[in-house]
């Protein structure tokens, strides 16, 4: 397939290997998974989406995490690089910016 800006959501079940329902699923349960809607109110993903949902398929049927270890996994993964000072110490402004972060990612959660 031809590399594109979006994908439809079958387009992206063809390249994942998942059904449609698994995708619209993991939607629900991943916060960073949030494709866009067009203009006809299809799911539309891009690139990074796909990249997302491949690592997440990894994580579920490779390693064989749950849904919740997978999605602290992500979660790690994602968190801010926290760089430290000469002696070695994380400034207190990223660890307050890291902080804050973490925190706004388990509220969207839950308000999904």
Do not use: C
Request: overall charge positive.
């Amino acid at each position: 397939m031809q590399e594109k800006l979006f994908y439809k959501i079958g387009e992206v079940s063809a390249l994942t290997g998942l059904e449609s329902y698994v995708l619209r699923f993991w939607e629900t349960e991943f916060p960073r998974l949030h494709p866009k809607k067009s203009k006809g109110n299809q799911r539309v993903y891009t690139k990074k989406e796909i990249d997302l949902i491949l690592r997440i398929k990894g994580l579920l049927y490779r390693e064989g995490l749950t849904i919740s270890g997978a999605r602290r996994r992500l979660a790690r993964s994602s968190q801010v690089e926290v760089r430290t000072t000469p002696n070695g110490k994380i400034g207190k402004v990223n660890r307050t910016i890291h902080t804050v972060k973490r925190e706004l990612e388990e509220l969207l959660h839950i308000l999904r």
